[in-house]
């Protein structure tokens, strides 16, 4: 995680034996720019066994809303 940009928002959780990273980015990153950004990041040699199963984008669930906090 620490070689994706420093800007964005990451959680790191396990589910059925893969390692998943949800990504939080609200600047108008591309799902296609992740997805192109994290494969960048497993060419380095440390992470270089890992592999992209899937990147979709998630329904907005952000938790501070302006609504909530009004």
């Not at 997805?35 to 979709?56: F, H, K, M, S």
């Not at 329904?59 to 809303?65: G, Y």
Request: charged share 25%; net charge negative; aromatic share 2%.
């Amino acid at each position: 995680m620490a070689l994706l940009p420093q800007h964005w928002r990451k959680d790191l959780s396990r589910a059925t034996g893969d390692v998943m990273i949800r990504i939080d980015v609200n600047d108008g990153t591309t799902t296609e720019q992740i997805r192109a950004e994290a494969a960048q990041v497993l060419t380095d040699p440390a992470v270089g066994n890992w592999e992209i199963v899937a990147c979709d984008t998630l329904a907005n669930s952000n938790r501070h809303s302006k609504d909530e906090n009004q």
